[in-house]
């Protein structure tokens, strides 16, 4: 079955960029969102299509997706912008597959 | 407004059954295909089914195959998950998502019930 792999926390001081990244196999020639998750809410789709905005998504949340990892990056981290992030994409075995998680910690 | 909301939740034995529905509104719900996602505590996140725009085609996560059946009633904007034979580890928060249209991710979620296996 398809897995896909992220960090399990990544640390970042305001106003500094944060990178999280989600590997799984030719993850690349899928395409990936990701979601942001704040404690006690439901998941809010920040990235679909590897590098787009939904509407209401602040620009400083940007995506690439290229080989085996996609990659979401927080420009100018906020306090707000903490929070827990999954990536997602489809694959024809399962056929939707979530990241196991990124926990966001804005130091 | 899209609005998806979740009720159904509850405390359940193990080996026991329970229904979950989700009532949809402000989209023009037959168009759309829906999901159930679920969280168990302190975890992540678990896709559970899919259900196509009319019915038609379904799929079922590996862990629930056999044990619950997804099903939607367009004229009533409702999904539903009848779940069955329940163990513990089924204990998480389930989510109704909507797939966004005619790609694989979820635009919309809703808030979520909890579902309790435990003796």
């Known amino acids: 079955s398809y897995e896909l792999t992220q960090p399990p926390s990544v640390s970042v001081s305001p106003g500094q960029t944060a990178s999280i990244t989600c590997s799984g196999d030719?993850?690349?020639?899928?395409?990936a969102c990701w979601y942001q998750q704040k404690p006690g809410q439901s998941p809010v789709l920040v990235i679909y299509?590897?590098?787009k905005r939904p509407s209401g998504i602040p620009e400083r949340f940007s995506g690439s997706n290229s080989g085996n990892t996609a990659t979401l990056t927080i420009s100018g981290t906020q306090a707000m912008d903490e929070a827990d992030y999954y990536c997602q994409a489809w694959d024809s075995s399962i056929p939707y597959v979530f990241g196991t998680g990124t926990k966001v910690t804005v130091l | 407004e899209v609005q998806l909301v979740e009720s159904g939740g509850g405390l359940v034995q193990p080996g026991g059954s329970l229904r979950l529905s989700c009532a949809a509104s402000?989209?023009?719900?037959?168009?759309?295909?829906m999901n159930w996602v679920r969280q168990a505590p302190g975890k992540g996140l678990e896709w559970v089914s899919y259900i196509s725009s009319s019915g038609s085609t379904i799929y079922y996560a590996d862990s629930v195959k056999g044990r619950f059946t997804i099903s939607r009633d367009n004229a009533k904007n409702s999904l539903y998950l009848q779940m069955n034979s329940l163990r513990a580890e089924d204990t998480a928060v389930y989510y109704c998502?909507?797939?966004?249209?005619?790609?694989?991710?979820?635009?919309?979620w809703g808030q979520g019930t909890l579902v309790t296996v435990s003796s």
């Open positions: 299509q590897d590098s």
């Open positions: 030719k993850l690349g020639d899928k395409y």
């Open positions: 998502a909507r797939g966004a249209m005619k790609e694989n991710y979820f635009d919309y």
């Open positions: 402000g989209f023009t719900f037959s168009s759309y295909e």
